[in-house]
């Protein structure tokens, strides 16, 4: 007989202390982020570098990547290192300074922002992983659950690349404010006491699901932010390009990167997570063949991972097609997305089907 | 990472597309099967003239473009969202389409029309998905074929002009033209690249996987479409309420009821059986949650075939039981109460345990007892009906019936009123087993001409008004919902999508690239080296790569000092 573990409830509580935690420095660090946009674009020097990159002029669209060409005998002297000319496409891809533009000031606030980010980090860690002491099982049982390691793995995802030396500081405020979001649905909506699992979530293939389910859901934010940014950026460029201002934004714009790096960064993203999404809808299919007798029964919350699975296929497919690269696939990827987004909140929450959980 | 060769390609000015040069470049540069657009955009008015079969290849170069694909896709997307919304006959929901038909009652025609109430067998969506299907045949097939093509030939020649190519490098050696080059596809083939030399140029390519993988991926959408369409039309799958020491056995008629595809030959269900041992349930006792199940296990004695030997098993919810080829679900379960009921002779005129039908989360259930075989006092022929509600954890009662608190044995009740007259069951007429057809029913009358009730605890009987008999409520097992049903095509649906994801990954993070190297001698009696490399984008990773090959390479060809490499040092 299955005796039910009674759930802890000072783990339970301490998890709690350590959400509102989180959520206060994520809220200090959202302050910071804004500061640092804000800093960034009185910057003069900001303004003054901009103006000097687009005067520059740059050698026909060409890019040089020098070569150390490795040499094992110390005695034959390096003798020259090959040249290889990078081409670059039509439109000249400066990448903007980032938030900070080149204010020291600015600069110190976007570092606060990130080391926020990271305490932030640690606490919502603590907190989940808390709750998952005290309900001995991964803590994904449930919408209050969810979310809060749905926001855990963005803000992770968010600093194992910043960790990696790429420059992505200009998505830590569209993160921690999403973050900030969610977590506040989260508490305040979708509460629910730490607690067992009813039988039918019994099962490790619920636990895979579930896992890379999140997984995907955190990194497509991050690609559909990028995607959103990419079409600001683009019409900007697109403006500048035929020598119309740049709008009222033109200081944010500019500190962005260059459109193509931000729709090359979007893609990849969505490019990487699709087949773990695709992995993820299967894994859901064999949990439901064991527990329901079948793997696929058009319930909501299938039709709308459906839904969005065939949205990102036609992004792909958009990718490739001619006519339909830049804006239009952006626009199918940011569709793909909000399909994603109405399967987590809408479905579980306007739509009964057979995907409802203890609580919500 | 993968991106594709439009930018490259896109990047020629449109005037000297049609030089033989140009040609040959678009062909070198080409990484991927699929269909050009040009060819899915006739110039205006291109089909006008040729005849049927004009429009008829015409259509076909339509249907399988990649534009094609991509609306059909859009609108498969799109075309599922309405089975969401509204409730559907065949799925979860069938029980909720009745109860939208009588509250929409001005859409509910229209609905029907256009086949709402089942969305995904509809001829709309059937439509969209077929095409679909067609035209990725029609997409697959010349792919595969140019792919075939593709690895028995060498990798394309070397483009003319390789300062064209995205990324490119360039060099002067001592060594001779022979050397360099055999070097060159020394390195490369080391890198696993294919390679070969011919005109005074090496060619090489590498990641075909690419390509493999994403026929791999849609051809695996095939396996998938038939693995359902087998499932579809061969399944079969019936419910059957059994309860504690009870068996089942896989006939028909065995069956609380049973559905199966349109293939499916019943004479074809295995010989194969259980009993339900025990049901073991357990919930939460305390906290928010409290009353939630938190273990359903039946405990079962089964056999397989006529002759199979007894074998002891446990079904859980995410747990069937496999028995032959057939898979047995624990779908939900109840109470049955066992009851005797004797009638105005005081023989037993009913004995057994009867399911109630679970109504809430704590398991108040209704209960509905039929009673066929019954003499009056005088040996009258007549029937008997109760009817009434069982709480496993009694709370009270209500006017209206009674609520448990509690969906464990705690403290189990019975309340029931009886009636007498005809059950009606001997009509021919299929009859709900739940519910009592009181219209030739009579109710038993207290003393005081109040409908008679009574509320019963385990091992308590009554006596009905009248020495009209007695109901004695023994005490109560479960009953457990099982669910069997054969599936085929489960096995080929879970391998194509297996395939799928590999192909998939295979597709997405597999570059194919193409490097080339020529080597030329120089008036001065050098050898001026070019490389140059092609990857589905501008990435950095050729590049690197490209940089990479060429220091190997520059083992077997170094630089040499001179002009012009000092020239681009001191830039
Ligand atoms: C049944 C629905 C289909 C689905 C779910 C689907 C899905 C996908 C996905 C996810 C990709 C991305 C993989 C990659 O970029 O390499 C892809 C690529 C591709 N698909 Fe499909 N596809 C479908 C139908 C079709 C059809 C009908 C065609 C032909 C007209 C087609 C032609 C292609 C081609 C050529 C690529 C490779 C593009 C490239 O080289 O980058 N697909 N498909």
């Known amino acids: 007989m299955f005796i039910a573990a009674e759930a802890n409830e000072n783990l339970a509580h301490i998890s709690n202390v350590l959400m509102y935690s989180a959520m206060a420095v994520y809220t200090l660090s959202f302050l910071a982020h804004c500061a640092e946009w804000v800093f960034g674009g009185r910057s003069r020097i900001a303004v003054q570098s901009a103006a000097i990159a687009a005067r520059r002029e740059e050698p026909a669209g060409e890019r040089a990547v020098t070569v150390q060409v490795r040499r094992s005998g110390a005695g034959t002297a390096t003798l020259s290192r090959p040249k290889v000319v990078t081409k670059q496409p039509d439109r000249p891809c400066e990448d903007g300074p980032g938030a900070a533009g080149e204010d020291e000031q600015a600069d110190l606030l976007g570092r606060m922002a990130v080391s926020l980010m990271v305490l932030g980090f640690l606490l919502h860690f603590g907190s989940v992983l808390c709750r998952g002491i005290s309900v001995q099982r991964p803590p994904w049982g449930n919408m209050y659950e969810f979310s809060t390691t749905f926001a855990l793995v963005a803000v992770g995802t968010y600093l194992v690349l910043l960790a990696s030396k790429l420059r992505v500081r200009w998505l830590g405020l569209p993160v921690v404010t999403a973050v900030l979001l969610d977590l506040g649905i989260a508490i305040t909506k979708l509460y629910t006491e730490s607690d067992q699992l009813v039988p039918a979530l019994h099962s490790y293939w619920l636990w895979i699901h579930v896992t890379t389910a999140i997984l995907s859901g955190a990194a497509l934010y991050l690609g559909a932010v990028t995607a959103v940014l990419y079409l600001f950026k683009d019409g900007y460029e697109t403006r500048i390009a035929q020598g119309e201002p740049g709008g009222r934004l033109t200081t944010v714009w500019r500190r962005l990167p260059a459109a193509a790096s931000l729709d090359k960064f979007s893609y990849r993203i969505n490019a990487i997570i699709f087949p773990l999404y695709t992995f993820a809808i299967i894994a859901g299919a064999i949990w439901a063949e064991g527990a329901w007798g079948r793997y696929w029964g058009w319930d909501p919350k299938e039709t709308w991972s459906f839904i969005t699975w065939v949205g990102y296929a036609a992004y792909l497919h958009a990718r490739a097609t001619a006519g339909w690269k830049g804006r239009k696939a952006a626009y199918l990827a940011l569709i793909a997305f909000a399909c994603f987004l109405f399967n987590y909140y809408g479905v579980n929450l306007f739509i009964t089907g057979k995907h409802s959980y203890a609580g919500v | ?464 008004p009248n020495g009209a008999g007695t109901f004695e409520f023994r005490g109560v097992r479960e009953f457990a919902n099982f669910q069997v049903s054969e599936q085929p095509g489960n096995g080929l649906a879970l391998g194509s999508a297996v395939l799928a994801i590999a192909g998939l990954a295979a597709s997405l993070f597999i570059q194919r690239r193409r490097v080339w190297v020529r080597a030329a001698e120089d008036e001065d009696g050098t050898t001026v080296v070019e490389m140059a490399g092609l990857g589905r984008s501008e990435s950095a990773r050729i590049a690197d790569e490209l940089a990479d090959i060429a220091a190997d390479v520059q083992a077997g060809a170094p630089a040499a000092e001179d002009r012009q490499t000092r020239e681009s040092e001191e830039e």
């Open chain 2, 1 to 464: 990472m993968a991106e594709n060769t439009d930018t490259v390609r896109g990047r020629d000015t449109a005037e000297d597309r049609d030089t033989a040069e140009d040609r040959e470049f678009d062909d070198a540069s080409r990484l991927s099967s699929a269909p050009e657009e040009e060819a899915a955009e006739p110039a205006a008015g291109e089909p006008v003239g040729i005849g049927v079969l004009g429009w008829l290849r015409w259509i076909w170069r339509q249907l399988t473009s990649m534009r094609v694909a991509l609306i059909l896709l859009f609108m498969l997307s799109i075309a599922a969202i309405p089975g969401s919304l509204v409730p559907q006959e065949s799925g979860e929901s069938a029980l909720k389409v009745d109860d939208f038909k009588a509250r929409h009652e001005t859409l509910t025609p229209i609905y029907e029309k256009i086949g709402m109430f089942h969305v995904y067998s509809s001829p709309w969506f059937s439509a969209i998905y077929i095409l679909l299907f067609v035209s990725l045949a029609g997409c697959i097939l010349p792919r595969s074929w140019q792919f075939v093509g593709v690895l028995r030939s060498k990798p394309p020649a070397a483009p003319r002009n390789l300062t064209r190519l995205p990324v490119y490098t360039t060099w002067r050696t001592g060594a001779d033209q022979e050397a360099v080059l055999a070097a060159a596809e020394r390195v490369l083939k080391r890198r696993r690249f294919r390679a070969h030399t011919a005109h005074g140029a090496v060619s090489s390519e590498k990641g075909y996987l690419r390509e493999a993988g994403n026929l791999l991926f849609h051809i695996s959408l095939f396996g998938l479409l038939i693995a359902v369409a087998i499932g579809h039309l061969w399944n079969a799958s019936g419910t059957k309420i059994v309860v504690e020491g009870e068996g089942f056995s896989n006939i028909l008629t065995d069956y609380d009821d049973f559905s199966s595809g349109p293939f499916f030959n019943d004479d074809k269900l295995k010989g194969f059986g259980f009993t339900l041992d025990s049901f073991d349930a357990a919930y939460a006792r305390s906290g928010s949650q409290r009353g939630t199940a938190r273990k359903f296990q039946a405990n079962v004695t089964y056999w397989d075939g006529s002759e199979g030997a007894d074998r002891k098993g446990t079904i859980k919810v995410n747990e069937p039981l496999e028995i032959g080829g057939s898979k047995v679900y624990l779908t939900a379960h109840g109470y049955a109460p066992e009851i005797t009921v004797r009638d105005g002779r005081g023989d037993v005129a009913f004995r057994g345990a009867v399911p109630c039908l679970p109504q809430d989360a704590n398991a108040t259930s209704q209960c509905v007892f039929k009673v066929p075989d019954y003499r009056t006092k005088d040996n009258g022929r007549e029937q008997l009906g109760f009817q009434g509600f069982f709480a496993p954890t009694f709370g009270g009662a209500t006017p209206k019936g009674m609520v448990s608190q509690f969906p464990a044995l705690d403290f189990p009740a019975l309340l029931l009123t009886a009636y007498h007259g005809d059950l009606g069951v001997d009509a021919g007429t299929p009859q709900n087993v739940y519910r009592l057809e009181t219209t030739h029913l009579k109710q038993f009358k207290d003393a005081k001409g109040d409908p008679f009730r009574k509320a019963l605890r385990p091992g308590e009987k009554f006596s009905l």
